[in-house]
């Protein structure tokens, strides 16, 4: 069955006029859509067959999909989301944009197999001011302050660096690279995320892992305390 594309844009105006406050179309509206769309790709949709028999069935059976995946997506948002938009508006009060990092973050860090708390932590001690357009002395960019040399290198990201969705996809695949080229050792992933190797350069550079640790454990009771 091909994607009903007239349908899902029908729902993505009703989810963004009558959802419910929290996610409007940052969460749920794309989350409902694509996993809609991904199923229909593949032919398959929970009405598919009482559509063939029984339209007004079909179209019953097809609500019902959505709303079990609207309670869905709600759950990820409580548990996973939240915490995280939380945190990000103690450094930088703008609810749209805490919003879209936290989507960001969550997305990026299942993709990559990073916590999305540990990216959080790592965000927040390259750019505690939560600036996506921020550039460093030495050049580097965005939210996770990612090296120009990088850019465009780790499809899918787009390469934009002042991008706040392509800035976290680069993060997060650059920091899962180092992590497996390290074997595992969180610690000397980190360094090498922070360009520390020898030290030379920044002295006090070999305190980054320590930095991100605290801020780690900072942001997850943080994300628990203000529930």
Do not use: K
């Amino acid at each position: 069955m091909l994607v009903d594309l007239a349908y899902l844009g029908r729902l993505r105006r009703s989810l963004w006029r009558s959802g419910p406050s929290w996610p409007r179309a940052a969460v749920v509206t794309p989350a409902v859509v694509a996993v809609l769309g991904a199923l229909a790709a593949y032919g398959y949709t929970p009405a598919a067959r009482a559509e063939e028999q029984d339209p007004v069935a079909g179209l019953e059976a097809r609500a019902e999909w959505v709303g079990l995946q609207l309670e869905r997506v709600q759950g990820i948002y409580a548990a996973e989301l939240a915490p995280l938009e939380r945190v990000l508006l103690t450094h930088r009060d703008n609810p749209a944009l805490a919003r879209r990092i936290a989507v960001a973050l969550y997305r990026e860090g299942r993709a990559a197999g990073i916590a999305p708390d540990l990216l959080l932590a790592v965000l927040l001690v390259e750019n505690p001011w939560v600036n996506p357009a921020a550039i460093s002395p030495v050049g580097a960019r965005g939210l996770m302050q990612v090296m120009p040399l990088h850019r465009g290198e780790w499809p899918p990201c787009a390469p934009r660096l002042d991008d706040v969705d392509a800035n976290i996809c680069h993060g997060a695949r650059i920091f899962a690279a180092y992590l497996e080229q390290q074997g595992g050792d969180l610690e000397r992933a980190l360094l090498r995320y922070n360009g520390c190797v020898r030290g030379t350069n920044t002295p006090d550079c070999g305190r980054y892992a320590d930095q991100v640790f605290a801020r780690f454990g900072r942001t997850s009771v943080a994300g628990a305390a203000l529930d």
